[in-house]
């Protein structure tokens, strides 16, 4: 038996959530609206809402949960990878949390618990299975042979898919975030009414360098043509730019579960909660037999449900941190 509480504040949400013997009682997020008048994440901005937010997020979290602070078992928290400032104030405030309760400290690495999300809810995979992690910073495919057994047999060398996304509605002038509303749009476009450059990548490797380009030079020479194309072909666009990503994201993962013989096939991060991606892999995964494990959107972006999760398995192995355990923005796999 154990209660744990976790918190993630890796980059601009501050999460808290609380665990009871390995059920999710407990997943309160507080969002940065503030960086949406800047068009991105502005770190400093970040780490001093993050100091804002989270006593209250722990309060509610333990509210919620109807967990008294004395009840706690252990105390979570992400180490990295994330950016810098934001990872401080988390790690800081579990350090000094388990100080005060004499409680063991759990870190987790954040691309680790976007996989265990999977083990949240049922239906869960058996290992070993292949996941695709795919957000703003991260695009890898991973071989899941344990928890905590996992290698990288896939990522991108340069962009990631998300950061992709977030580029093109830069371009095409829409508000951060903007991933979402290229989903939102394409939904209502044709996804073959543009064809964009894709990359020839050996192996399991990804590259969006070179689509982002490719998308940014087709609309500039469109608006030199006509000012008004983004406008007037804003649903079509936006359909073609996820039908091109997540067309090169699939076709990796169908020849790495091939390679493998694996037909256990998971996505995480949070261009999971893409529909786009999502519908797609449903409909591979019907022709290829395989069993698909999408986690619940309310876990696809960073949560700390995820790293409660986390923290779980760990605890289970009596896999604690000492109070010297600094926060890493970047963290080997």
Not at 208 to 226: A, M
Request: glycine share 6%; charged share 20%.
């Amino acid at each position: 038996m154990s209660v744990i509480l976790a918190i993630e504040s890796s980059c601009d949400e501050t999460s808290v959530a609380i665990c009871n013997n390995g059920k999710i009682t407990a997943n309160v997020i507080a969002n940065q609206t503030i960086h949406e008048n800047y068009g991105g994440v502005i770190p400093e901005l970040a780490s001093r809402v993050h100091q804002q937010n989270i006593v209250p997020v722990i309060q509610q979290a333990l509210v919620d949960a109807k967990v008294n602070k004395k009840e706690l078992d252990a105390i979570a928290f992400t180490r990295g990878p994330g950016l810098l400032g934001s990872l401080l104030v988390g790690v800081s405030f579990a350090k000094s949390f388990a100080l005060a309760l004499d409680l063991p400290l759990i870190s987790v690495n954040h691309m680790h618990a976007h996989i265990l999300a999977h083990f949240i809810d049922d239906p869960k995979p058996g290992f070993p299975f292949i996941c695709l992690t795919v957000s703003g910073g991260h695009t890898q495919i991973v071989l899941v042979e344990d928890y905590f057994d996992m290698t990288i047999i896939g990522e991108t060398l340069d962009d990631a898919a998300g950061e992709a996304f977030d580029k093109t509605a830069k371009i095409l002038n829409l508000p951060y975030p903007g991933g979402p509303l290229i989903d939102r749009h394409a939904k209502m476009g044709n996804p073959l009414a543009f064809k964009f450059g894709e990359p020839q990548i050996k192996d399991l490797n990804y590259s969006f360098s070179g689509l982002k380009t490719s998308i940014l030079y087709f609309i500039r020479d469109q608006e030199k043509v006509n000012p008004n194309f983004v406008t007037e072909q804003l649903n079509d666009i936006c359909a073609s730019v996820q039908h091109s990503i997540v067309t090169i994201l699939l076709a990796k993962l169908k020849k790495a579960a091939k390679q493998y013989g694996i037909s256990e096939v998971a996505i995480a991060g949070g261009v999971s909660a893409n529909s786009g991606l999502r519908n797609a892999l449903n409909a591979l995964a019907e022709e290829l037999k395989w069993n698909v494990y999408i986690p619940a959107f309310e876990y696809c972006t960073d949560n700390a449900a995820m790293i409660a999760i986390a923290g779980h398995y760990k605890y289970i192995n009596k896999d604690f941190e000492h109070q010297d355990v600094a926060p890493l923005s970047r963290m080997e796999f």
